[in-house]
Nanobody, 119 residues
Framework: QVQLVESGGALVQAGGSLRLSCAAS????????MGWYRQAPGKQRELVAH???????NYLDSVKGRFTISRDNAKNTVYLQMNSLKPEDTGVYFC?????????????WGQGTQVTVSS
């Protein structure tokens, strides 16, 4: 069955950097578009960046020029390099395929990884 395991989140000062990783299993990773989402406190989950199987990328306007998504199909892993972090980047970060992975007919999400940016 599908499993997504996110890691790399931490508490960091504004202007700092983090690299998030997401290891996927149970899906044919290489053919899927993969995305990173975040959910800030009290807000809905939003798509931050995605990368297609052809390595095309797209970003939320607020992170363009600061975040870089990449993938390693040999490792079934997608990464998010986050630079020049701002307090508004704080949230729980999740990865998922696009369309989203399902388990038992319902959308499946991993546990996410917490990113906290202090001012």
């Amino acid at each position: 069955q599908v499993q997504l395991v996110e890691s790399g989140g931490a508490l960091v000062q504004a202007g700092g950097s983090l690299r998030l990783s997401c290891a996927a299993s149970g899906i044919i990773f290489s053919i899927n578009t993969m995305g990173w989402y975040r959910q800030a406190p009290g807000k809905q989950r939003e798509l931050v960046a995605h990368i297609t199987r052809g390595y095309s990328t797209n970003y939320l306007d607020s992170v363009k020029g600061r975040f870089t998504i990449s993938r390693d199909n040999a490792k079934n892993t997608v990464y998010l390099q986050m630079n020049s972090l701002k307090p508004e980047d704080t949230g729980v970060y999740f990865c998922n395929s696009i369309p989203r992975a399902t388990r038992g007919g319902n959308d499946y999400w991993g546990q996410g990884t917490q990113v906290t940016v202090s001012s």
